[in-house]
C-alpha cells in the first residue's frame, strides 16, 4: 500500500526555521516527485513547490521563493521540506503528496500525506 | 499565474446530483485532478486527469472538462460526501502546481 508519513506537530518562534519530513512506503519513491502543499486554518489549499526524487531538482512557488527548501534523502525514502524566517501566517498545516513529473508536467497528487500542523507563536 | 475559479458553495438533497465546476483559460486543454477533503483529513484524490477514478472511488463520482470549465458530478449524493472539493491543474508554463479556492459540498 503506497502511504506517506510525516513528522509530527511543530511550535516554533518567529524568525525560526521547521523542517518537516515526508517518508514513503510501499512504493518506489525515487520515481516520483514530492509536492508540498499547505493549508491555513479555514483557508485553500496552497502549493508550494516540488522535488523530484530521482533527480533533486526543485521549483518552488514565487511567494516561497526566498525561504523554502526541499530536500531529499534516497537511502531512507524521505523528503524534507524546510521553511525559514517564519511568521505567524505560516500557521497551516503542512502536506506532502506524491506525483510523477516528466515532460513539462505533473500529474496528479496521490497520496497525500497525513499532515503536519506547524504553528508560528511567540 | 494561473487562476482556478469554484463557487464557494454547493447544496444538494441526498439522493440527488451535484455539479461543482471550475472555471479556467482554456482548461479543456489540461488534466484537471479533483480531490475530497473531509474536516481535519488530508485531501483525497477522486477523480484524475478529468474523467478517471482512483481504484475505490464510487462509480457516483464523474468529471468532464471542456472549454473553460471542468465539473466534477457526484450522482446520488449521500450524507458521507459532505465534505470541501478542490480542482487542481498543472500550469506548465510556469511548471507549478495551481487548487481552485474550494467547494463545500453540503448535504441537506
Known amino acids: 500500500q503506497m502511504q506517506l508519513v510525516q513528522s509530527g506537530p511543530e511550535v516554533k518562534k518567529p524568525g525560526t526555521s521547521v523542517k518537516v519530513s515526508c517518508k514513503a512506503s510501499?512504493?518506489?519513491?525515487?520515481?516520483?516527485?514530492v509536492q508540498w502543499v499547505r493549508q491555513a486554518r479555514g483557508q485553500r489549499l496552497e502549493w508550494i513547490g516540488w522535488i523530484v526524487v530521482g533527480y533533486g531538482n526543485t521549483n518552488y512557488a514565487q511567494k516561497f521563493q526566498e525561504r523554502v527548501t526541499i530536500t531529499r534523502d534516497v537511502s531512507t525514502n524521505t523528503v524534507y521540506m524546510e521553511l525559514s524566517s517564519l511568521k505567524s501566517e505560516d500557521t497551516a498545516v503542512y502536506y506532502c503528496?506524491?506525483?510523477?513529473?516528466?515532460?513539462?508536467?505533473?500529474?496528479?497528487?496521490?497520496?497525500w500525506g497525513q499532515g503536519t500542523l506547524v504553528t508560528v507563536s511567540s | 499565474s494561473y487562476v482556478l475559479t469554484q463557487p464557494p458553495s454547493v447544496s444538494v438533497a441526498p439522493g440527488q446530483t451535484a455539479r461543482i465546476t471550475c472555471g479556467g483559460n482554456n482548461i479543456g486543454s489540461k488534466g484537471v485532478h479533483w480531490s475530497q477533503q473531509k474536516p481535519g483529513q488530508a485531501p483525497v484524490l477522486v477523480v484524475y486527469?478529468?474523467?478517471d477514478r482512483p481504484s475505490g472511488i464510487p462509480e457516483r463520482f464523474s468529471g468532464s472538462n471542456s472549454g473553460n470549465t471542468a465539473t466534477l458530478t457526484i450522482s446520488r449524493v449521500e450524507a458521507g460526501d459532505e465534505a470541501d472539493y478542490y480542482c487542481?491543474?498543472?500550469?506548465?508554463?510556469?511548471?507549478?502546481?495551481?487548487f481552485g479556492g474550494g467547494t463545500k459540498l453540503t448535504v441537506l
Open positions: 486527469d478529468d474523467s
Open positions: 503528496a506524491s506525483s510523477y513529473c516528466g515532460g513539462g508536467s505533473c500529474s496528479y497528487f496521490d497520496p
Open positions: 510501499g512504493f518506489t519513491f525515487t520515481r516520483s516527485a
Open positions: 487542481q491543474v498543472w500550469d506548465s508554463s510556469s511548471d507549478h502546481g495551481v
